[in-house]
């Protein structure tokens, strides 16, 4: 950042009067602008045991699989943006769970959460973001062309809770 998006005058890279750590600094006006971690929100949708995987068709990570997941936008909750997103990228629309993952991304700023998601029928398609979209059970999921750790992980855990009997809370740092 170079300059005030509010005065327009430059800004400086320091710590501010009462705060740990720095942040641009608006040298005229003295704002200050804060930069937070972004949120992805998404869900483990799930027909039959079978759990629907989205190809993006976009970067990062064009022609791979993932959960479908995306930015939350400003005025809704991480629930409305998980089944907002899902519908966007897979013309999905389950019943919400529980939250089942919080994922840490500390170095991209980021931090994605799952929740699980109950289809009551398997209707679906692809949506803009994505090339293709399908059920998968465990031992067909394309494991090594998934597109993101947390979506390797989050799947991970989500057969081994079930394997088990039981869906708990994970939360998980990258």
């Known amino acids: 950042m170079k300059y005030c998006s509010h005065c327009r005058a430059l800004v400086s890279f320091i710590v501010p009067e009462g705060d740990n750590r720095q942040r641009y600094v608006c040298d005229e006006c003295e704002f200050i602008f804060y930069e937070n971690p972004r949120i ?3 869900t483990i949708p799930i027909f039959e045991g079978q ?3 989205c190809k993006r068709a976009i970067e990062p990570r064009l022609g791979y699989w993932t959960l479908p997941a995306g930015f939350m936008e400003n005025g ?3 629930q409305q943006a998980a089944l907002r997103e899902t519908y966007e990228e897979a013309y999905a629309t389950p019943q919400l769970g529980a939250l089942f993952s919080v994922c840490n991304l500390s170095k991209g700023n980021q931090v994605h959460l799952y929740y699980l998601a109950e ?4 209707e679906y ?3 803009p973001e994505s090339l293709e979209v399908e059920l998968y059970n465990e031992a067909d999921i394309p494991w090594h062309d998934l597109a993101f750790g947390t979506v390797t992980e989050t799947l991970k855990r989500y057969f081994e809770d079930r394997k088990q009997g039981l869906m708990q ?3 998980m740092d990258f």
Request: proline residues 0%; aromatic residues 0%; negative net charge.
């Open 76 to 78: 809704e909750t991480t």
């Open 169 to 171: 809370l994970h939360h």
């Open 119 to 122: 289809m009551t029928v398997a």
């Open 40 to 42: 992805i929100a998404g």
């Open 51 to 53: 759990v629907l995987l």
């Open 125 to 127: 398609g692809s949506g």
